[in-house]
Every structure is written in C-alpha cells, then in structure tokens.
C-alpha cells in the first residue's frame, strides 16, 4: 500500500482531528456516546495481490460517521521500501510498520485498481464500544504511537486490527468451536502462495521446524481471510451471559472477473531442481566415458550450498522466532564453504577429501529430520542431486579411474 503514502500524509491531520469529535468532546464521553448512533465501525478484508508482500491479503478498519460525512480507512499496514535497508531489515525481523488514515474511498479505488477484491463486516457494537474504539484510534494516531515492530505471524496489519476491535468490547468475544486445528503458520501461508512458486520455495527456505508446529486460533488470525472466517462466526458475550453475534451484516465491495495468474517465471523450482540432477548425472556419465574428472562442478556447486548455508545461519541471528532453528541447514551448510578449496585441491589430485563422507552424513540427517519440518520438493531433489555426486566422486577416488 506503499503508493498511499502521498494521499495519506495529505488528509491525516485534518481527518485525526475529527475523528472523534473535539477535545471537550473526548472529556465528556457521557455526551458524546449518543451521538455514535450514526457510527458504523466495520472490518474490511482485502484479497490478495500480485506482489510477494500481497499474496496473503490485508485488513483493515473502516469508521464511517453518516451524520457527520466522515468515511475512513485505519491501515496498519504502511511501510515504504525507501527506508534503509528494508530488505535485509525485513528478513532480520526489524521493520518497522505504520498506523495511516485515509478516505475510504481512496483506499478502496486503490484496491479495485489492483484487481483485489473488498469484503466488509459491519460490526454489531453498542455506542459505548463505538466511542472506546474510535478514542483508542485517536490515541494509537499519535505520532509517538503510530509506529509499530512489525512481526509477520504475530504483530501484523491484520492482528493490530483485530486487537484494536476486541480488546475496547465491553464482553467477550466467543468464537465458534470447530474441533481441534492442526494447522502450522507453513500450512496456512501454503493456501495462498500457491501459484507463486518461487516465493514458496523462500518462505520454505527461510522458515525453519517451529513455523511445523500446530497453532491455536488467536495465532491462526495472523491471516485476513481467517479473521474474517472468525469474525463471521463469533458472538459477544456480556457480563450477565447475554449473547450478541459480532457482525450485524456482510458486504461484497468489491468482487472482480476470476483471473488466472502466470508466474512471471514459467519453470517452477521442482522443475530447475530436476535440471540439476539430470546435469549432475550428466557431468557423470560424460567423466566416464571420457576418464576425466571435471572438479570445476565440483567447486561450484560447494560454493553454492555454502553460500545458501550462511543466508540460513544469518537467519539464526533474526527476531522472527519461526526462523532460528531451521533443519535446512545441514544440507545447505556454511561449513561446506569453509572445505570447498581443500576438497577441489584433493578432488584435483583425485583424492576423497573426508569432508565429503560428512556433507552426505549430514545430507542424509537434513531428509531424517524432514519427519518434523516440511520441506520444499526442490529441496528434497538438490539433495539427491548432491548425494549422486558424492557417491559418483568416492567411486572414481576409490578405483582411479584413468
């Protein structure tokens, strides 16, 4: 939502001002409590994009005051890309997320825009849940509030929003029982990441054996479509038992044609991991027949998996906590970069560096250890891909071939 930004910073002040109404106002709730009757406060659920940070969706508040003609959106969800080092801040867990107000009609047009469709749930409150949310909006509004630590799974756009709604109800909320869910923050972001495979495939790298762990539902709501599932399917229970459902209505914004998306890269990772092995087994068949020993395969492909390694051991140091202990990294080893010039100067002399019977130890526990943590397909084919070679190399050390 980054292209927001300008039409934000334009309308903010004046919008934050009004939101609740004057000072006096906010002094006096007794007074201004009435005046919430032409007030709806909605959640808005948006569907997902074509970028990697859209492919889950977003959510955000909607308050609209009829009387007074205001309409707007609360987005938990700015960031800009031209903060220093977004990148690498975003992969160490250390970006930096911010609270923006604009029309709600901006907001929805941006959307439309993009081809993603609106959903908005009318919350059933009472003028007294009204004024504490809207006061709760104006206090996070504020320019030493609004800036957030943002956390994909458990501090993101869509829990600022729910926290903001349920945590100023004056009951609590139940959420309908649908038996025992086993589903992991993996399986979960796998619904929706499904036709960008790439972008799987580094969500799979990068997420390590805890991101395989079952979750509850109050962690499951990291995901918009899965608040908006809850949210649909709760009720608001008050101090004497008396029971509300938590939407009052449902409306479709929004709902553009079905489209079919391609990947911008047409060969998915399983099919570029099956390419490396048919060139391994290439590289070997070829040595076999010509009796030489081409090492320079060698050298490459232990760079490679050593330098995947220190991304993984990098991970190891970041503050998502699903990402630090990451099973992957015994196949994609940063020690491997560490051998590979004393393992090519052996390979050159055809001799079997012993670090090699390690790496294929190693390789063998990454697949054991694959009971716990789900891994990519590709992943499971580099691995064959690096095992046929160390095997083909003990062969040919071991007999000479000449």
């Known amino acids: 939502?980054?292209?927001?930004?300008?039409?934000?910073?334009?309308?903010?002040?004046?919008?934050?001002?009004?939101?609740?109404?004057?000072?006096?106002?906010?002094?006096?709730?007794?007074?201004?409590?009435?005046?919430?009757?032409?007030?709806?406060?909605?959640?808005?659920?948006?569907?997902?994009?074509?970028?990697?940070?859209?492919?889950?969706?977003?959510?955000?508040?909607?308050?609209?005051?009829?009387?007074?003609?205001?309409?707007?959106a609360i987005n938990y969800g700015m960031f800009s890309f031209h903060q220093k080092f977004f990148i690498l801040r975003f992969v160490f867990g250390l970006t930096d997320y911010e609270m923006g107000i604009a029309p709600f009609d901006y907001f929805l047009e941006a959307y439309k825009q993009e081809g993603r469709w609106v959903r908005e749930q009318t919350l059933n409150l009472t003028n007294e849940e009204k004024w504490a949310i809207s006061q709760a909006i104006d206090e996070n509004y504020r320019p030493e509030n609004r800036v957030y630590r943002y956390n994909y799974f458990y501090d993101n756009c869509t829990t600022r929003a729910r926290d903001m709604i349920v945590s100023h109800l004056t009951g609590r909320v139940h959420y309908e029982d649908e038996g025992e869910?086993?589903?992991?923050?993996?399986?979960?972001?796998?619904?929706?990441?499904?036709?960008?495979?790439?972008?799987?495939?580094?969500?799979?790298?990068?997420?390590?054996?805890?991101?395989?762990?079952?979750?509850?539902?109050?962690?499951?709501?990291?995901?918009?479509?899965?608040?908006?599932?809850?949210?649909?399917?709760?009720?608001?229970?008050?101090?004497?038992?008396?029971?509300?459902?938590?939407?009052?209505?449902?409306?479709?914004?929004?709902?553009?044609?079905?489209?079919?998306?391609?990947?911008?890269?047409?060969?998915?990772?399983?099919?570029?991991?099956?390419?490396?092995?048919?060139?391994?087994?290439?590289?070997?068949?070829?040595?076999?027949?010509?009796?030489?020993?081409?090492?320079?395969?060698?050298?490459?492909?232990?760079?490679?998996?050593?330098?995947?390694?220190?991304?993984?051991?990098?991970?190891?140091?970041?503050q998502h906590p699903t990402v630090s202990l990451n099973f992957q990294i015994l196949l994609l080893c940063p020690l491997t970069l560490v051998f590979a010039y004393p393992v090519t100067k052996q390979l050159r002399k055809r001799q079997f560096h012993s670090y090699l019977s390690t790496m294929a130890g190693l390789i063998t526990l990454t697949m054991i250890l694959g009971y716990w943590q789900h891994y990519d397909t590709a992943i499971y084919i580099v691995a064959l891909s690096l095992l046929t070679r160390i095997l083909a190399l003990r062969m040919w050390c071991k007999y000479r071939i000449k």
């Open 1 to 72: 939502m980054k292209h927001l930004n300008i039409i934000f910073r334009a309308c903010i002040l004046a919008i934050s001002l009004s939101l609740t109404g004057s000072t006096t106002a906010q002094n006096k709730p007794q007074t201004a409590i009435p005046a919430m009757d032409s007030v709806a406060i909605s959640l808005i659920t948006c569907g997902p994009g074509q970028e990697v940070y859209s492919l889950y969706g977003h959510t955000a508040i909607r308050f609209h005051d009829k009387a007074r003609g205001q309409d707007i």
């Open 181 to 318: 869910s086993h589903a992991s923050f993996r399986s979960m972001i796998h619904q929706w990441n499904g036709y960008a495979r790439w972008s799987r495939l580094g969500n799979d790298l990068l997420l390590g054996v805890k991101a395989d762990l079952p979750t509850n539902r109050s962690e499951r709501q990291f995901l918009p479509d899965t608040l908006s599932h809850d949210f649909d399917h709760a009720t608001i229970v008050d101090r004497h038992g008396h029971k509300r459902p938590l939407v009052l209505s449902n409306e479709m914004l929004y709902s553009p044609a079905m489209v079919i998306s391609t990947p911008a890269f047409p060969y998915s990772p399983a099919y570029c991991a099956w390419m490396l092995f048919a060139f391994v087994v290439g590289v070997i068949l070829l040595e076999s027949y010509t009796h030489k020993l081409y090492w320079g395969v060698d050298a490459i492909l232990l760079t490679a998996d050593g330098i995947a390694g220190l991304i993984l051991l990098a991970m190891v140091f970041s």
